[in-house]
C-alpha cells in the first residue's frame, strides 16, 4: 500500500533491476535460474521444501525469502511497483486474495489443477493461486496448567465462556494475526454477525491478553505461561511432539481454516521456472509433503493422518467463505478493535 | 600625513572578498557533503513521513483526516496517555535507583566503585527486550517468584516499567555520575562550617550543583522509554504504547499513513524533551567553566555501610536479570524440561532469522562503527574547524544534533517512506545492508557528534592556523595530529556505534530484508512467535558480543594510553 | 592615523585603513602602519584594543573588512594564510602533543618535499638556535613552557619566513622565565633579521624588546614610536597612562607657557599650543622625574607639598604629596633610599619639590584617569 500511496507509475526499470542484482545477483552457480521465492513456511521446513523440489528439478534454485504472514503481505504490497519476487509459495489464501486484489497475481493453471479439492484453489479460470493445505483454527489446553486450576477441558467455541476461565486464555489480535482474523470471521460465519459478537463480548472477559502471532498463543500454552491459547492445530501438533503436555480440542461447533497457497507474482522474467515451481507445488510429491506437517491437504485423497495432529478435522472445517471475510475484512478489525483493543474497556 | 590623506580619499569603503585556499575549498566541500548527507539521511525521510500522515490510500492529500481519524479512535489514542503514564512512572524509578547508586559511588567512601559501575553499565550491552524477557522467567506463570507479585501480572504497566528502568538505569547513571563528580569542595565546606544540617546541605548545596544534570537525566530516560519499542512489545500484553502502535499499525495491518500519523504524534514529546535537554546542556556547560575544588568524600561508617548495602542490591538485581536470561537459555523446555542443553541456541531451525541473523549483525555493527566514526567524526571536524561560512555550518550543526529528537521507529518508517519510493534514485540500497547501516548511523549520529565535538573543542584552535602558516594542508594535519590526539574519542564513538547498532530494533525493524536480517530483529520476532527462550539465547547472543568488544575496546584505550603515555601525560 | 606611516617609501609591511567588524562591533577602525624591513614591532595595549585582531588581519587568520595589507610591494589583503608569508607562535604554544619536538619543528620541512636529510640538519640547527639542542626526542608535555615556547618559535622559523608574528608568546609563562625569554627571543630577532610583530599587553616586554611599539586603543593607534619616544613623549593621556606610571594634576593655563597648579605656577614649555589663558589642563609628569634635592621655594618650578603617605618598594620610596594652596593635588614621586634619609622625608613633613620644565607633558582639559583615584 505503501506503493499505491504514490500513484507514481512504475518507471525507474534501471533502478529496479539494479536492485534487484545487488539485493538478489550474488551466489547464483550451480543453478542455471534462480527464482526469489517470498513465504511464511516455518523455517524449519524451508531446507525440506527446498531440496525435495531440487529432487525433482535440480536446474532451478530456490531464494527464500522468509517472515511471518503479515510482515510477507506488508513486503510484497509495498513493492507493488517494483516486486522483487518471483512466486509466492506458503502465503495464506486471504493474503494472496488481498494482492490479487490489488492486481499483483499471475493467473495460471499448473498441471494437475484438476486433482485439487475445488476448495483449494481459486476459482477463477485460470486461478491466480492454488492451495497447499489447511491451517485450521483449534484450542491448545496445557493439561498440567488446567489441572492446577481446575478448570474443565473446553469442548465447543462456548464453552470458553464459561467464568471460570477468567484471565486463563490467549488468542491472537485479529488485527496483526491471520490465525486471529480467521477465528474471528469463523465466529461470525457459525453464530451470525450478532452472535458472533455476543460470543466475542463473553470471551473477552475471559482473555489474559492477545497477542502479535498467531502460534504464540499455542506456545504459550505448551510452555505453561497460559492454561489455554487459541491457536492453530499444526503449531499444536509440533509442540506436543516436543513434549509439551497438550490436548488440540477441535471444538464441536466448527473451526475457521485458512490454507497456505501458491502463486506467481505477475510481471516475473522467470515465468517458465516459476511455472514449473507451480506445477510442482501442486503435484503429489508436493502433497505428501505438506501431508507430513499438515493433515488437510489440496490432494483430498491423499491425505494422511498425522500424529498429534486430531482426526477429526477435516470435517470440522466450516465452509469458509472467503470472499466475504475478505470484503468484510476492514469494516470487522475495526469494529474488534473498537470493541476490545483499548485499555478503555476493564478487563 | 599626506600620503594616508592620499589613501583615504581612495574608496577603502569596498570591503574585502576574501580569497579562499585550497584547505577553505576543500573543507566547505565536506561540510556541503555533510549536509547533503544530514538531508538526506534524516531531513528528506522525515518530511516524506510527515506528508504521507496528511494521505490516504491512495496517495492523495486529504489533510488532517488521518489525525481526526485518529483522535476518534480510542484504541489508538488511549496509547498517549498510556505511553506518558509509563514514561513518567519508569523515569521516576530509574531516577530515585540511580541518584542514590550515583550518590554512593561519588559521595561516599565504599570500595569497589569500579566493580559496582561496570556492573550498573552492564544493561547498555542488551538489547532492550532482554530485561522484558528476564521477567517473563522471574515473574510470569512459569516464572521462579511471580508471588512476589502478588497476582498481579507482569504483562502490561509493571513489566514495562520494571523493564524500563533496567534499561534506562546505566543512561541515567553515568550523567548523574558526571554531575555529581563535578561538585564544588569549598561550598560543602562552606556548609559545615556554617553548621548545615546534612539534610539542609543536601537541598542548598547538592541539589542546585547538579540541578542540570538532574534534569538532562530525567529528559533522556524519559525519551529513551517513550520511544523504546523492544519491552513493551515483549512484555507489554495488552497494554498499549505509542511505539508498538507504530509497529501494529504498519506491520499488522499494514496501514502506513496511521503508522506515519501515530510517529508524529511520538515525535511530540521526543521533541519537547530534546528541546529542554538542549537548553539545559547549554547551561550546565556555562556552569563547568567555573573553577572549583573537588569534593572528597570522607568516611562516615554508617553512611558507607548503607551505602555499600544498596549498591550491592542493586548491583545483584542487575546481574540476576542478565544471569536469568543466560540460564533460561539453556533450559530445554521451560518449565517441564529443566534439563540443560543448547536447544535454544540452534537458530537456524526457528521462525525469526537463524544464525545468519547474528553474524548479519556483527557486519552491520562492525560496518556502523567504522562508517559512521569515519563520516561523524571528520563531519564534526569540518563543522568545528572550518572558517567562515557560518549559516552552513549552524545549520549542519543544528542537523547533527537533530536525530537525537526522531524516535527509533519513527526514523525507520519515515526511511520505508522515503527509501522506497520508487522515483528515489536511492530506492536501490532499500533492503539492503546499506540502508540499515545509514539508518543506524543516522539514528545514534548526535551523541557520537557531540563526544566528537567535545574532543575537538579541547584541541588547541591554533593548530590549523599554524598548519597554514607552515603551508601544510590541513588534511594532513588532520591525520597526524587530530585523529591520533583525538583517539580516544574517537574508539569511544566507535563503540557506542557498534554496541547500539548490535541492541537496536526500534529503527531496523522496518528496513530488514530476509537477507538482512539482525539478531536483535531475529530475538523478537523468536519471542513473538512464542520462541521465548530461543529469544533470550539470541539476547545472550548479543550481549556476548557487544561485551567482548566492549573488553576488546577496554583493552585498547589502555594500550594506547600506553603507548602515548609519553606525550599524553602531563 | 598618519603617525602609523613611516616616511619609508618601500616598507616591508604597509597596512593602510583596515577596519575590522565582527558583526556590529567594530575591532579595528581604520588603522594605517608601516613596518620596515628587519625591525621588531610590539602593537601594545589592554585586552580589546584590537592589537590581536590586526595581527590575525596580517596573519590572513581573520581577514579585515576594508583596507589593504601589502607584503613586501605584493598585495596579501585578500590572500588566505597559506598564501602570505609569515611564521606564528602563539600563547598556547600550539605545539603538536603527538608529535617529538623535531618532528614539531621539522612539520613544514617535511611537507616542502625537503630531503630527509636537509631537515634534520635544520632542525639540529634550529634547536641549537633556541638553546634546546639536546631536548629533540622528547614530547612537547615534557617539556617546561619556557621550553615549549622556544620549540614554537623554532618551528616558526623552520621555513624561514619573510615576517614572524608573535602573539603575547610569554603571557603564559612564569616571570622569571619571561624575563629571560624576552631578551632571547630579541637577540634571536636582532641575529636572524627577521621582520618581527609581538602582541603585548605588558608594557614592560614592549619597552625591553621592541624598535618601535605602536599603542593601541579602542581600535585604533594612539601612537607609534621608539620605546623612548612612547615613554617619554606619550602621545595622548591614554599612553601616558598606560606605559608606565604617570601623575595627572589639573592645572589651568595662567599665561603663556605658564599653568597653575593649586596657586603654584610652573613653566611648562612649549606644550601648550595656544591654550587659553584660563582653560582646564592636565599637566603630566612621571614619579621619578620629581626632583626635591636642593629645592628652595624659589627654584624654577617648585612646589610646595606635604608627604601623605611613604610607601616602601624595595629599591626606592614611592611618596604620596599633596600639593598645598587652593585645592590640594594628589601628586606621587620615587625618592631613593639615601635621598630620603639625606633629607628626612618622613609621613606629615613638608616637602619641596619641583616638576622639570622638560619632562613636563600637558594635555588639554581635565584628564581623569585611573591614577587620579
Known amino acids: 500500500m505503501l506503493n499505491k500511496l504514490s500513484s507514481f507509475k512504475m518507471t525507474k526499470l534501471v533502478t529496479v533491476a539494479a536492485a534487484a542484482a545487488f539485493v538478489f545477483g550474488v551466489g547464483v552457480k550451480a543453478h542455471a535460474e534462480t527464482l526469489t521465492v517470498y513465504t511464511a513456511v516455518e523455517a524449519e521446513d524451508l531446507k525440506k521444501y527446498a531440496a525435495r523440489f531440487n529432487e525433482d528439478h535440480p536446474d532451478i534454485e530456490i531464494k527464500w525469502v522468509r517472515d511471518s504472514t503479515g510482515i510477507v503481505t506488508a513486503k510484497l504490497l509495498a513493492e507493488k511497483n517494483n516486486p522483487q519476487a518471483d512466486v509466492v509459495w506458503g502465503l495464506a489464501a486471504t493474503s494472496l486474495m488481498l494482492l490479487g486484489n490489488e492486481g499483483m497475481l499471475q493467473a495460471y493453471a499448473p498441471k494437475g489443477l484438476d486433482k485439487l479439492d475445488p476448495k483449494f484453489r481459486d476459482s477463477a479460470n485460470p486461478p491466480s493461486w492454488t492451495g497447499m493445505d489447511a491451517w485450521v483454527a483449534s484450542i491448545c489446553v496445557n493439561t498440567v496448567e488446567a489441572a492446577k486450576y481446575n478448570l474443565p477441558t473446553p469442548r465447543k467455541w462456548r464453552d470458553l465462556l464459561n467464568s471460570a476461565y477468567k484471565g486463563h486464555i490467549i488468542m491472537p489480535n485479529p488485527n496483526s494475526s491471520g490465525t486471529g482474523f480467521l477465528d474471528v470471521s469463523s465466529w461470525l460465519q457459525l453464530f451470525g454477525e450478532g452472535g458472533g459478537w455476543t460470543f466475542m463480548d463473553g470471551l473477552h472477559e475471559n482473555i489474559a491478553r492477545y497477542t502479535h502471532s498467531g502460534s504464540k498463543p499455542c506456545k504459550l500454552a505448551a510452555s505453561g505461561e497460559i492454561p489455554i491459547g487459541i491457536s492453530f492445530a499444526f503449531r499444536g501438533a509440533k509442540s506436543k511432539a516436543a513434549g509439551a503436555p497438550l490436548d488440540i480440542i477441535i471444538p464441536e461447533e466448527g473451526i475457521g481454516w485458512d490454507m497456505e497457497a501458491t502463486s506467481i507474482i505477475k510481471g516475473t522474467k522467470k515465468l517458465a521456472a516459476a511455472k514449473t515451481l507451480v506445477d510442482w507445488s501442486v503435484g503429489e510429491k508436493a502433497n505428501k509433503m505438506y501431508n507430513e506437517g499438515y493433515a488437510v491437504i489440496g490432494i483430498t485423497a491423499l491425505a494422511k493422518p498425522v500424529e498429534h495432529f486430531p482426526p477429526e478435522v477435516a470435517s470440522k472445517m466450516i465452509d469458509n467463505d472467503f470472499k466475504w471475510a475478505a470484503s468484510n475484512r476492514s469494516r470487522i478489525l475495526a469494529e474488534w478493535q473498537a470493541r476490545y483493543d483499548s485499555k478503555s474497556d476493564p478487563k | ?570 | 592615523m598618519s603617525e602609523g606611516s613611516s616616511n619609508d617609501p618601500h616598507p616591508y609591511l604597509r597596512i593602510r585603513d583596515v577596519t575590522k567588524k565582527f558583526g556590529d562591533f567594530t575591532a579595528l577602525r581604520n588603522v594605517s602602519l608601516d613596518v620596515n624591513e628587519g625591525e621588531f614591532v610590539c602593537f601594545l595595549g589592554p585586552s580589546g584594543c584590537g592589537k590581536t585582531t590586526l595581527l590575525r588581519a596580517i596573519a590572513g587568520l581573520d581577514i579585515q573588512t576594508v583596507g589593504s595589507i601589502e607584503q613586501a610591494g605584493v598585495d596579501i589583503s585578500a590572500l588566505p594564510p597559506s598564501e602570505r608569508d609569515f611564521g606564528i607562535v602563539f600563547q598556547s604554544y600550539a605545539l603538536f602533543p603527538n608529535l617529538t619536538i623535531k618532528r614539531n619543528v621539522g612539520y613544514g620541512l617535511e611537507n616542502r618535499k625537503t630531503p630527509k636529510a636537509e631537515i634534520e640538519a635544520r632542525v639540529a640547527e634550529l634547536l641549537e638556535l633556541v638553546g634546546m639542542p639536546e631536548q629533540g626526542d622528547k614530547y612537547p608535555a615534557q617539556l617546561s613552557g619556557g621550553q615549549q615556547q622556544r620549540v614554537a618559535l623554532a618551528r616558526a622559523l623552520a621555513t624561514s619566513p619573510g615576517l614572524l608574528l608573535l602573539d603575547e608568546p610569554l603571557s603564559a609563562l612564569d616571570a622569571k622565565v619571561r624575563v629571560h625569554l624576552r631578551h632571547e627571543i630579541k637577540h634571536l630577532q636582532h641575529k636572524l633579521g627577521v621582520t618581527t610583530i609581538m602582541v603585548t599587553h605588558d608594557q614592560e616586554e614592549a619597552l625591553t624588546m621592541a624598535d618601535r611599539i605602536v599603542v593601541m586603543n579602542e581600535g585604533g593607534i594612539d601612537q607609534v614610536g621608539t620605546p623612548l619616544e612612547i615613554y617619554r613623549r606619550p602621545a595622548s593621556p591614554f599612553v601616558a597612562d598606560f606605559v608606565g606610571t604617570m601623575n595627572f594634576i589639573p592645572a589651568t593655563v595662567s599665561g603663556p607657557d605658564r599653568v597653575s597648579i593649586g596657586g603654584n605656577e610652573i613653566n611648562v614649555g612649549e606644550g601648550l599650543n595656544g591654550v587659553g589663558v584660563g582653560s582646564p589642563v592636565t599637566v603630566c609628569i612621571r614619579p621619578e622625574d620629581v626632583t626635591t634635592r636642593d629645592i628652595v621655594g624659589s627654584s624654577a618650578n617648585s612646589i610646595e607639598t606635604t608627604v601623605d603617605n611613604l610607601e616602601f618598594l624595595g629599591s626606592f620610596y614611592r611618596a604620596q604629596l599633596l600639593t598645598t594652596g587652593n585645592g590640594k593635588a594628589k601628586l606621587l614621586a620615587d625618592f631613593s633610599i639615601n635621598l630620603i634619609r639625606d633629607i628626612g622625608v618622613e609621613e606629615g613633613k613638608t616637602l619641596s619639590i619641583s616638576l622639570p620644565e622638560s619632562r613636563l607633558r600637558v594635555f588639554e582639559g581635565s584628564a581623569k584617569t585611573e591614577a587620579d583615584i
Open chain 2, 1 to 570: 600625513m599626506s600620503n594616508a590623506a592620499a589613501l583615504a580619499a581612495q574608496p577603502a569603503a569596498s570591503g574585502i572578498k576574501p580569497k579562499l585556499s585550497q584547505d577553505d575549498r576543500i573543507m566547505r566541500g565536506f561540510i556541503l557533503m555533510v549536509g547533503v548527507w544530514m538531508t538526506v539521511t534524516v531531513l528528506l525521510p522525515l518530511y516524506a513521513m510527515l506528508s504521507k500522515s496528511f494521505e490516504n490510500h491512495d496517495g492523495v492529500f486529504t489533510g488532517i483526516a488521518n489525525y481526526i481519524e485518529y483522535f476518534s479512535t480510542p484504541a489508538l489514542f488511549y496509547s498517549i496517555e498510556n505511553s506518558l503514564f509509563i514514561a513518567i512512572v519508569s523515569t521516576f524509578f530509574t531516577i530515585t535507583l540511580a541518584f542514590i547508586f550515583a550518590y554512593g559511588l561519588t559521595r561516599s567512601c565504599i570500595p569497589g566503585k569500579a566493580v559496582f559501575k561496570s556492573i550498573a553499565l552492564i544493561p547498555i550491552l542488551a538489547p532492550s527486550l532482554l530485561p522484558a524477557i528476564s521477567f517473563v522467567y522471574f515473574f510470569g506463570k512459569q516464572g521462579i517468584i511471580n508471588e512476589v507479585l502478588m497476582g498481579n501480572e507482569i504483562y502490561g504497566p509493571i513489566g514495562i516499567v520494571m523493564g524500563e528502568v533496567f534499561y534506562t538505569f546505566p543512561h541515567a547513571l553515568m550523567i548523574l555520575i558526571t554531575a555529581l563528580s563535578t561538585a564544588d569542595g569549598r561550598l560543602y565546606e562552606a556548609a559545615i562550617s556554617l553548621r548545615a544540617s546534612p539534610m539542609k546541605t543536601f537541598f542548598t548545596v547538592t541539589l542546585p550543583g547538579i540541578k542540570y544534570g538532574l534534569i538532562s537525566a530525567i529528559f533522556v530516560v524519559f525519551t529513551l522509554v517513550i520511544t523504546d519499542f523492544g519491552i513493551p512489545k515483549v512484555i507489554g500484553g495488552q497494554y498499549n504504547v505509542l511505539a508498538t502502535d507504530i509497529y501494529k499499525q504498519v506491520i499488522g495491518q499494514q496501514n502506513f499513513q496511521m503508522g506515519a500519523v501515530v510517529s508524529v504524534v511520538l515525535l511530540f514529546p521526543a521533541i519537547i524533551a530534546f528541546v529542554v535537554d538542549r537548553i539545559v546542556q547549554r547551561k550546565q556547560v556555562a556552569l563547568l567553566t567555573a573553577r572549583a575544588v573537588p569534593y572528597e568524600p570522607k568516611p562516615l561508617l554508617s553512611f558507607d555501610g548503607i551505602m555499600f548495602a544498596y549498591c550491592c542490591l542493586i548491583g545483584f538485581l542487575i546481574i540476576a536479570v542478565l544471569a536469568m536470561a543466560c540460564y533460561a537459555s539453556f533450559i530445554t523446555f521451560w518449565p517441564y524440561n529443566m534439563t540443560l542443553s543448547l536447544k535454544n541456541y540452534n537458530f537456524d531451525v526457528m521462525d525469526g532469522g537463524g544464525w545468519e541473523s547474528f553474524f548479519n549483525s556483527i557486519r552491520m555493527a562492525s560496518y556502523t562503527a567504522v562508517i559512521g566514526t569515519i563520516i561523524i567524526f571528520t563531519g564534526a571536524y569540518m563543522v568545528e574547524k572550518a572558517k567562515g561560512f557560518g549559516a552552513v555550518r549552524g545549520t549542519i550543526q543544528f542537523l547533527c544534533i537533530l536525530p537525537m529528537a526522531v524516535p527509533g521507529m519513527v526514523l525507520g518508517l519515515a526511511y520505508i517512506f522515503f527509501f522506497n519510493h520508487p522515483d528515489n534514485p536511492l530506492n536501490f540500497i532499500y533492503g539492503t545492508m546499506a540502508i540499515l547501516v545509514i539508518c543506524t548511523v543516522s539514528h545514534f549520529y548526535t551523541v557520537s557528534h557531540l563526544t566528537a565535538m567535545t574532543a575537538l573543542k579541547q584541541m588547541d584552535p591554533e593548530f590549523e592556523a599554524v598548519s597554514a602558516s607552515l603551508k601544510v594542508p590541513f588534511f594532513k594535519t588532520f591525520i597526524r595530529v587530530t585523529v591520533p590526539v583525538c583517539m580516544p574519542a574517537i574508539l569511544d564513538i566507535s563503540i557506542y556505534l557498534f554496541v547500539n547498532a548490535m541492541t537496536t530494533v526500534s529503527a531496523v525493524i522496518f528496513l530488514y530484508s530476509t537477507e538482512t536480517n539482525l539478531a536483535s530483529v531475529a530475538a523478537l520476532n523468536m519471542d513473538d512467535a512464542g520462541d521465548v527462550a530461543p529469544a533470550a539465547a539470541m539476547c545472550m547472543m548479543i550481549v556476548y558480543a557487544s561485551a567482548t568488544v566492549r573488553i576488546g575496546h577496554a583493552l585498547l584505550t589502555r594500550g594506547l594510553a600506553q603507548r602515548t603515555q609519553r606525550w599524553r601525560k602531563r
